[in-house]
Structure formats: structure tokens, C-alpha cells
């Protein structure tokens, strides 16, 4: 059973199902305004803690550094939302409402609770937990639905559930961006130049006759000249020519969400008698 000395421990530490999964952060531990006993705690869950869940601490115990319950993961986080952002309390529906979903019974609590409520104190709407920013209000103290000792009247008090949505922000994927090479031929057509040979013969007139006459009159001669011709010759520079980078934008969509929400029916029963005179004292 968690007692107040263990409140500070317990505050901002790891909560645990039976299984040994995490579930969350203890954030408040909540007082009934009864018994002054320690009732819920609430847990900080999701992925970057957004939502915040109320479990029975009745039953919870310290192990080492962490808060067990004895609760599933999946029940704790899938508990009544309970906005408790103004003053801190949970009201009677509120807490009626976390019984029915825990399957405790709305008045056993008290049952088993043989403290002196008429004793000072018990009474405080209020309570505060250890370290700053941890305070913790009271619950509304118990009371057995029809009790009308409790209410004061006759009449009784129908509830119904009502679904309140959240939402949590989880990490759905990752991009990246990445480099590499590949090579791929590239086709450029260029002029190329080149020399060929050929050979001109003139036939022997006034003006070239001195030229021709010049030398021996029978010998052997050669006579060479040399070629050239282009070849393509390539060569390659890197070059910039963009800058890539990865940019987020956040689009906001709508999605139907469905659940189920319990409420409760009163219908009214009579009873009538065959004989005029029965049931007249």
C-alpha cells in the first residue's frame, strides 16, 4: 500500500504494469477528501508525454526505483480523460466514472475504511505532495449512488460517459538525403582536321623550264613531306550546379475517431396490485 512518505519518492518516477512494461511518469498523486488516503496517481504517457492518465493507487507498490500497478498498459492508457486543468479536482462524476472503468466498486472503497470522518482534517478539499509543483488535489469523497443520506433528496443522479480526444506526436518515418556517383556516357561532336596527300604534276612551260633543267639530267631523288591531323582530346572539371536540401511542412488533415461511451437509462417501475386494499396499512 503507497502511504504519504512514499508520495516524494514515487513523484516523477517511472510506473510499471504488472508485466513489466513502462506506462508513463508518475505526475500528481490525487487525496480522497474522506480518508485523506492516497487514490490515484496520475501518469504522464504517449510519446512525448502529452496525455496524462489516472490509475487506482490502491493496490500499487514501490519496487525499487519505479510505481507497479496492477493494471494493464493498455488499460491505464486507454482510461477516462479527466481534465482536471482548472482547480485541480476530480469530481464526483470524474472519479465514479474511473471506478466504473477499473471495475471498483463506487462504495467498497469506503466500506473497508473504518477512519473517524468526524476527525479533523479529513475533511480538507486539498492536499500537497513533497517538492514544488507537485501539488495534488483531493477527490470527491465517496458516496453509494441512491444514498439519499448523501444527496438529500429523492432524486437520482444518471451519468453518462463522454469521449474526449487527444492527440499524440509520434515519429512516422525518416528522409535523407545521400550522395552518390554514377557515370554515364556523353556524346559531343567535334571538327577534326587532317592532312592527306596529293600529288599535282605541271607540264613544262617557259616559266618553269630553268627550275626543271636545274640539276642532273637522269638521277634518282625522294622528296618528303610530313602530315599532321587533329585528335580529340578530353578532359573533365567538376562543376556546381545546384544545392539540395530537405525541408518539412505540416499539413493538418481530419479523421473520424469512434468509440464506444457508456450512459445510463432510468426508467420508472410500478407495481399495481389486483386488490384495491393491498398494500394500504
Known amino acids: 500500500m503507497i502511504t504519504r512518505e512514499d508520495i516524494t519518492v514515487l513523484l516523477d518516477h517511472p510506473v510499471y504494469d504488472g508485466g513489466g512494461n513502462k506506462i508513463g511518469e508518475a505526475k500528481h498523486v490525487y487525496f480522497d477528501d474522506v480518508t485523506g ?39 491505464v492508457k486507454n482510461a477516462p480523460n479527466v481534465d482536471v486543468e482548472g482547480g485541480g479536482h476530480l469530481s464526483e462524476a470524474e472519479e465514479h ?16 475504511d473504518d477512519t473517524d470522518r468526524s476527525a479533523a ?29 448523501a444527496y438529500g433528496d429523492d432524486a437520482m ?10 492527440v499524440e506526436r509520434r515519429e512516422s518515418g525518416r528522409a ?22 596529293r ?20 638521277s634518282e631523288a625522294e622528296h618528303e613531306v610530313t602530315l599532321y591531323e587533329e585528335r580529340p582530346v ?24 469512434s468509440g464506444r461511451v457508456r450512459k445510463e437509462h432510468i426508467e420508472a417501475e410500478v407495481e399495481e396490485y389486483d386488490d384495491p386494499g393491498r398494500g394500504i396499512p
Open 37 to 75: 488516503r492516497p487514490e490515484w496517481v496520475s501518469v504522464k504517457t504517449g510519446m512525448f508525454g502529452g496525455n496524462e492518465s489516472f490509475v487506482p493507487i490502491a493496490e500499487a507498490v514501490m519496487v525499487e526505483n519505479h510505481l507497479e500497478v496492477p493494471y494493464a498498459k493498455d488499460e
Open 97 to 112: 466514472r474511473l471506478f466504473d472503468y477499473y471495475g471498483i466498486a463506487w462504495g467498497g472503497v469506503l466500506a473497508d
Open 121 to 149: 482534517g479529513w475533511t480538507e478539499g486539498t492536499g500537497t505532495v513533497g517538492a514544488a509543483g507537485t501539488a495534488a488535489a483531493g477527490t470527491t469523497p465517496y458516496r453509494e449512488a441512491g444514498d439519499r443520506s
Open 157 to 166: 443522479t444518471r451519468s453518462e460517459e463522454r469521449m474526449h480526444i487527444g
Open 176 to 197: 535523407r538525403l545521400r550522395k552518390y556517383v554514377v557515370t554515364e556516357e556523353v556524346q559531343q561532336t567535334v571538327p577534326l582536321r587532317h592532312q592527306e596527300v
Open 199 to 218: 600529288v599535282e604534276r605541271e607540264p613544262i612551260t617557259e616559266a618553269n623550264r630553268g627550275a626543271a633543267l636545274s640539276g642532273p639530267e637522269i
Open 234 to 257: 578530353v578532359e573533365t572539371e567538376a562543376v556546381p550546379v545546384e544545392r539540395v536540401r530537405l525541408t518539412t511542412e505540416e499539413l493538418t488533415e481530419q479523421e473520424t475517431v
